[in-house]
């Protein structure tokens, strides 16, 4: 077997299991039911009388929903993979002739499309929704730099997923820890909260975490038209200022982290955190 077969064969029984696929989404749902009710009214009121308060809000959860479904999403997919240790499927596949860095290329490979896959269902709810509430959508060039954005943080996210993945045996306990972790992404990448109203100590935790930097990512593009319409004619620290609150730029510091910066911290902790879970997976005897 090939990694494209691995891969094949563990998209469609992610994608046959329709309750896998709306609890990879059920985050996003819960976010924007949320915003909805009150999170969006609360957030314009507290920006007051600002010029498009609305499209900024807005545009601000959304660039976070994607950060997150990177997350939630790869980890739905490789929720398969606990299964099969679970059922002592792995047994059988190790006694194959498969070799394990194959396995383990099946498993990311098809996390990888789910997680693009579920970010771009993301990405057209959030534009419709900012389109009802009186926004603008994103032009061409704006939604591939979001395309080429999204395929970085899908990647990292993935790459951070199997490497927890790679420690559960029982899918009881996988899911406890996928709770746990889908009610910290909300404030580690800043969505239930503008990262700037956060404790400097928290704050720091935040810009620590390689998803927050997808969110920045997402944030200095999607929010890019919204904040120059509501920052107009307003002084450069003012600018700064709003900027640094919504955690469209991250500072560390005399540092202040660009678009290169953040782009280093996915690519490095793609490889890092794929390099540890292919060893940790390839040196165990399921």
Known sequence: MSVLSITKRNLKIFFRDRMSVFFSLLS????IGLYVLFLGDMMQRNMGQILGARFVADSWIMAGLLAMVA?????????????DRSRKILRDFHASPLKRTTLVGGYVLGALIVGLVLSLITFVLGQVYILAYGGELLGMVNSLKVMGIMV???????????????FFSTTNAYGAAASVLGALLGFL???YVPIGVLPTTVQYAVKLFPTS?????????????????ATAGAPTQVIAEVQRMFGVVFEYGAFTADATTHVMVLLGS????????????????E
């Open 28 to 31: 996003v749902f819960i976010t």
């Open 71 to 83: 997350v939630t999403g790869t980890m739905g997919a490789l929720g398969t993979m606990v299964e």
């Open 152 to 166: 970085l943080n899908v990647a990292a996210g993935a790459a951070m997923m199997i490497f927890m993945v790679s």
């Open 189 to 191: 990448t800043g969505i």
């Open 213 to 229: 930097h997808g969110a920045a990512l997402f944030r200095q593009v999607m929010m890019e038209d919204a904040l120059a319409q």
């Open 270 to 285: 793609k490889v890092v955190f794929f390099a540890l879970a292919t060893w940790n997976l390839t040196r165990k005897a």
